[in-house]
Protein backbone atom coordinates (compact mmCIF):
# COMPACT_ATOMS: atom_id res chain seq x y z
CA UNK A 1 0.00 0.00 0.00
CA UNK A 2 3.05 2.45 0.69
CA UNK A 3 4.34 1.89 -3.12
CA UNK A 4 1.19 2.76 -4.46
CA UNK A 5 0.43 5.95 -2.28
CA UNK A 6 4.53 6.39 -3.69
CA UNK A 7 3.28 6.57 -7.04
CA UNK A 8 -0.08 8.26 -6.41
CA UNK A 9 2.30 10.97 -4.85
CA UNK A 10 5.10 10.97 -7.40
CA UNK A 11 2.77 11.36 -9.94
CA UNK A 12 0.61 14.15 -8.51
CA UNK A 13 4.46 16.02 -8.62
CA UNK A 14 4.60 15.23 -12.38
CA UNK A 15 0.97 16.87 -13.22
CA UNK A 16 1.21 19.71 -10.71
CA UNK A 17 4.99 20.40 -12.22
CA UNK A 18 3.26 20.13 -16.01
CA UNK A 19 0.38 22.27 -15.37
CA UNK A 20 1.45 24.97 -12.81
CA UNK A 21 5.40 25.74 -14.36
CA UNK A 22 5.93 23.95 -17.76
CA UNK A 23 3.13 24.32 -19.96
CA UNK A 24 2.24 27.87 -19.21
CA UNK A 25 5.60 28.83 -20.43
CA UNK A 26 5.23 26.51 -23.02
CA UNK A 27 8.39 24.55 -21.84
CA UNK A 28 8.34 20.86 -22.38
CA UNK A 29 9.38 17.67 -20.19
CA UNK A 30 10.61 15.82 -22.83
CA UNK A 31 9.68 12.38 -23.77
CA UNK A 32 6.18 11.00 -24.76
CA UNK A 33 4.49 13.76 -22.12
CA UNK A 34 6.66 16.44 -24.49
CA UNK A 35 5.50 14.87 -27.40
CA UNK A 36 1.56 15.49 -25.66
CA UNK A 37 2.19 18.81 -24.51
CA UNK A 38 3.19 19.85 -28.07
CA UNK A 39 0.41 18.55 -29.13
CA UNK A 40 -1.84 19.80 -26.55
CA UNK A 41 -0.22 23.46 -27.62
CA UNK A 42 -0.89 23.04 -31.11
CA UNK A 43 -4.42 21.19 -30.97
CA UNK A 44 -7.77 21.48 -29.49
CA UNK A 45 -6.76 17.83 -27.56
CA UNK A 46 -5.95 17.53 -24.00
CA UNK A 47 -2.59 17.01 -23.08
CA UNK A 48 -3.68 14.33 -20.45
CA UNK A 49 -5.37 12.27 -22.71
CA UNK A 50 -2.91 12.27 -25.75
CA UNK A 51 -0.21 11.00 -23.32
CA UNK A 52 -2.50 8.39 -22.29
CA UNK A 53 -3.19 7.40 -25.82
CA UNK A 54 0.54 7.60 -26.36
CA UNK A 55 1.94 5.22 -23.49
CA UNK A 56 -0.19 2.39 -24.44
CA UNK A 57 1.85 0.74 -26.97
CA UNK A 58 4.97 1.24 -24.42
CA UNK A 59 2.77 -0.20 -21.59
CA UNK A 60 2.52 -3.63 -24.09
CA UNK A 61 6.69 -3.69 -24.16
CA UNK A 62 6.93 -2.63 -20.52
CA UNK A 63 4.64 -5.82 -20.08
CA UNK A 64 7.09 -7.78 -21.68
CA UNK A 65 10.28 -7.25 -20.16
CA UNK A 66 9.49 -6.06 -16.55
CA UNK A 67 6.19 -8.06 -15.78
CA UNK A 68 2.77 -7.55 -14.79
CA UNK A 69 3.44 -5.23 -11.36
CA UNK A 70 5.79 -2.73 -12.92
CA UNK A 71 3.00 -2.58 -15.69
CA UNK A 72 0.17 -2.07 -13.25
CA UNK A 73 2.16 0.71 -11.21
CA UNK A 74 2.85 2.36 -14.48
CA UNK A 75 -0.19 2.08 -16.00
CA UNK A 76 -1.40 4.00 -12.29
CA UNK A 77 1.01 6.65 -12.74
CA UNK A 78 0.06 7.12 -15.95
CA UNK A 79 -3.57 7.47 -15.65
CA UNK A 80 -2.99 9.61 -12.39
CA UNK A 81 -0.59 12.22 -14.35
CA UNK A 82 -3.12 12.20 -17.03
CA UNK A 83 -6.27 12.89 -14.81
CA UNK A 84 -3.79 15.33 -12.78
CA UNK A 85 -3.30 17.25 -15.83
CA UNK A 86 -6.78 17.29 -17.14
CA UNK A 87 -8.30 18.58 -14.03
CA UNK A 88 -5.34 21.02 -12.37
CA UNK A 89 -5.64 24.27 -14.11
CA UNK A 90 -3.27 25.61 -16.19
CA UNK A 91 -2.02 28.19 -14.61
CA UNK A 92 1.60 29.49 -14.04
CA UNK A 93 3.01 29.85 -10.75
CA UNK A 94 5.79 32.13 -11.31
CA UNK A 95 5.87 34.60 -14.46
CA UNK A 96 9.39 34.38 -14.74
CA UNK A 97 9.88 31.23 -17.61
CA UNK A 98 13.76 30.69 -16.35
CA UNK A 99 12.00 30.25 -12.63
CA UNK A 100 9.55 27.92 -14.03
CA UNK A 101 11.71 25.95 -15.97
CA UNK A 102 14.25 24.96 -12.77
CA UNK A 103 11.29 24.38 -10.00
CA UNK A 104 9.68 22.47 -12.60
CA UNK A 105 12.45 20.34 -13.66
CA UNK A 106 13.07 19.81 -9.82
CA UNK A 107 9.24 19.13 -8.67
CA UNK A 108 9.52 16.81 -11.78
CA UNK A 109 12.73 15.26 -11.00
CA UNK A 110 11.30 14.52 -7.74
CA UNK A 111 8.24 13.07 -8.92
CA UNK A 112 9.13 10.51 -10.86
CA UNK A 113 12.41 9.41 -8.98
CA UNK A 114 9.88 8.51 -5.97
CA UNK A 115 7.59 6.38 -8.96
CA UNK A 116 11.00 4.52 -9.86
CA UNK A 117 11.54 3.94 -6.30
CA UNK A 118 8.08 2.58 -6.43
CA UNK A 119 8.88 -0.08 -9.01
CA UNK A 120 6.77 2.26 -11.17
CA UNK A 121 7.49 4.46 -14.08
CA UNK A 122 5.59 7.38 -15.59
CA UNK A 123 5.77 5.73 -19.46
CA UNK A 124 7.41 6.59 -22.38
CA UNK A 125 11.11 7.40 -22.32
CA UNK A 126 11.20 5.89 -18.99
CA UNK A 127 10.00 2.36 -19.55
CA UNK A 128 12.34 2.42 -22.77
CA UNK A 129 15.37 3.59 -20.17
CA UNK A 130 14.69 0.61 -17.97
CA UNK A 131 14.33 -1.72 -20.42
CA UNK A 132 18.33 -0.85 -21.33
CA UNK A 133 19.36 -0.78 -18.00
CA UNK A 134 18.67 -3.82 -17.85
CA UNK A 135 20.55 -4.70 -20.65
CA UNK A 136 23.71 -1.86 -19.57
CA UNK A 137 24.68 -0.45 -16.07
CA UNK A 138 23.58 3.16 -16.89
CA UNK A 139 22.39 6.02 -14.75
CA UNK A 140 18.60 6.38 -15.90
CA UNK A 141 18.48 10.40 -15.38
CA UNK A 142 21.72 10.94 -17.74
CA UNK A 143 20.17 8.59 -20.04
CA UNK A 144 16.54 10.63 -19.89
CA UNK A 145 18.69 13.72 -20.81
CA UNK A 146 20.13 12.48 -23.73
CA UNK A 147 16.69 10.50 -25.14
CA UNK A 148 14.85 13.62 -24.60
CA UNK A 149 16.84 16.05 -26.95
CA UNK A 150 15.41 14.64 -29.87
CA UNK A 151 12.35 16.11 -28.48
CA UNK A 152 13.17 19.56 -27.72
CA UNK A 153 14.57 19.96 -30.99
CA UNK A 154 11.90 19.37 -32.47
CA UNK A 155 9.95 21.81 -30.17
CA UNK A 156 12.64 24.72 -31.34
CA UNK A 157 11.00 24.32 -34.56
CA UNK A 158 7.37 24.54 -33.78
CA UNK A 159 7.78 27.22 -31.08
CA UNK A 160 10.77 29.32 -30.51
CA UNK A 161 14.34 28.57 -29.36
CA UNK A 162 14.10 30.79 -26.09
CA UNK A 163 11.21 27.91 -25.04
CA UNK A 164 13.45 25.37 -26.72
CA UNK A 165 16.50 26.64 -24.01
CA UNK A 166 14.60 26.27 -21.39
CA UNK A 167 13.28 23.15 -21.83
CA UNK A 168 16.67 22.02 -22.41
CA UNK A 169 17.76 23.33 -18.81
CA UNK A 170 14.50 21.87 -17.26
CA UNK A 171 15.71 18.83 -18.59
CA UNK A 172 18.77 18.90 -17.52
CA UNK A 173 17.72 19.51 -13.94
CA UNK A 174 15.10 17.08 -13.66
CA UNK A 175 17.29 14.35 -14.91
CA UNK A 176 19.31 15.18 -12.41
CA UNK A 177 17.01 14.88 -9.70
CA UNK A 178 16.06 11.73 -10.92
CA UNK A 179 19.37 10.23 -10.02
CA UNK A 180 19.41 11.86 -6.48
CA UNK A 181 16.12 10.44 -5.86
CA UNK A 182 16.44 7.24 -7.56
CA UNK A 183 18.77 5.19 -6.52
CA UNK A 184 18.77 2.02 -9.33
CA UNK A 185 22.21 2.41 -10.12
CA UNK A 186 23.76 1.74 -6.58
CA UNK A 187 24.46 -1.80 -6.06
CA UNK A 188 23.54 -4.20 -3.07
CA UNK A 189 25.11 -7.70 -2.38
CA UNK A 190 22.43 -10.09 -1.29
CA UNK A 191 23.55 -12.91 1.00
CA UNK A 192 20.12 -15.43 0.68
CA UNK A 193 20.53 -18.49 3.49
CA UNK A 194 18.15 -20.95 2.90
CA UNK A 195 16.77 -24.95 2.79
CA UNK A 196 14.71 -24.47 -0.74
CA UNK A 197 17.82 -23.47 -2.43
CA UNK A 198 17.52 -25.23 -5.63
CA UNK A 199 14.23 -23.55 -6.20
CA UNK A 200 15.20 -19.99 -4.41
CA UNK A 201 18.32 -20.48 -7.40
CA UNK A 202 15.55 -20.76 -10.13
CA UNK A 203 13.39 -18.15 -9.52
CA UNK A 204 15.84 -15.66 -9.39
CA UNK A 205 17.41 -17.20 -12.39
CA UNK A 206 14.06 -16.17 -14.43
CA UNK A 207 13.38 -13.16 -12.89
CA UNK A 208 16.82 -11.20 -12.74
CA UNK A 209 19.86 -11.07 -15.27
CA UNK A 210 22.30 -11.04 -12.34
CA UNK A 211 24.55 -13.91 -12.12
CA UNK A 212 24.41 -15.63 -8.45
CA UNK A 213 27.10 -18.00 -6.43
CA UNK A 214 26.26 -20.46 -4.49
CA UNK A 215 27.92 -21.37 -1.12
CA UNK A 216 27.93 -24.17 1.13
CA UNK A 217 26.74 -23.16 5.13
CA UNK A 218 26.50 -24.44 8.03
CA UNK A 219 24.18 -23.52 10.88
CA UNK A 220 26.94 -22.44 14.10
CA UNK A 221 24.25 -23.49 16.76
CA UNK A 222 22.06 -26.36 14.79
CA UNK A 223 24.95 -27.69 12.91
CA UNK A 224 22.12 -27.92 10.01
CA UNK A 225 23.59 -27.52 6.66
CA UNK A 226 22.47 -24.64 4.41
CA UNK A 227 23.19 -23.82 0.72
CA UNK A 228 24.16 -19.74 0.82
CA UNK A 229 23.07 -17.85 -2.58
CA UNK A 230 25.26 -15.04 -3.23
CA UNK A 231 24.32 -11.95 -5.69
CA UNK A 232 24.80 -8.25 -6.60
CA UNK A 233 21.72 -6.40 -7.39
CA UNK A 234 20.60 -2.88 -8.24
CA UNK A 235 18.16 -1.14 -5.67
CA UNK A 236 15.67 -0.65 -8.18
CA UNK A 237 15.58 -4.58 -8.36
CA UNK A 238 15.32 -4.88 -4.37
CA UNK A 239 11.76 -4.64 -4.05
CA UNK A 240 10.58 -7.30 -6.73
CA UNK A 241 13.53 -9.87 -5.12
CA UNK A 242 12.27 -9.27 -1.82
CA UNK A 243 8.88 -10.09 -2.51
CA UNK A 244 10.13 -13.36 -4.58
CA UNK A 245 12.24 -14.71 -1.89
CA UNK A 246 9.13 -14.31 0.59
CA UNK A 247 7.03 -16.19 -1.63
CA UNK A 248 9.65 -19.08 -2.47
CA UNK A 249 10.68 -19.13 1.61
CA UNK A 250 9.48 -17.20 3.93
CA UNK A 251 11.90 -18.88 6.74
CA UNK A 252 15.19 -17.48 4.48
CA UNK A 253 17.44 -15.58 6.02
CA UNK A 254 18.53 -12.65 4.24
CA UNK A 255 21.37 -10.04 4.66
CA UNK A 256 21.57 -7.32 2.67
CA UNK A 257 24.37 -4.37 2.57
CA UNK A 258 25.29 -1.38 0.26
CA UNK A 259 27.86 -2.68 -2.62
CA UNK A 260 30.91 0.06 -3.34
CA UNK A 261 32.00 -1.20 -6.58
CA UNK A 262 31.66 -4.19 -8.83
CA UNK A 263 34.73 -5.47 -10.38
CA UNK A 264 34.42 -8.08 -13.46
CA UNK A 265 30.56 -9.24 -15.07
CA UNK A 266 27.66 -7.95 -13.38
CA UNK A 267 25.19 -9.41 -15.84
CA UNK A 268 24.58 -12.87 -17.00
CA UNK A 269 25.54 -13.63 -20.27
Known sequence: M?????????????????????????????????????????????AGMVNFLLNAPILVLGYIGLGKRFVFNTVLSVVVISVGMYYIPVQPIASEALLSSLFGGVIAGAGIGIVLNCYGSTGGFDIIGMLLSRKRDIQLGGFLIFLNAGVIIVSGFFFNWDAALNSLLSIFVTGKVIDAVHTKHRKLTLMIVTNKAEEMKQRLLSSVVRGITLLEGEGAYSSEKKRVLMTVISREELFGIKSLIS???????????????????FRRG
Not at 5 to 27: D, Q, T
Open 2 to 46: RKLFGIIIGSLLVAISFNMFLIPHKVLSGGLSGIAIIVGILTPFN
Open 247 to 265: ETDPQAFVNITETVEVLGL
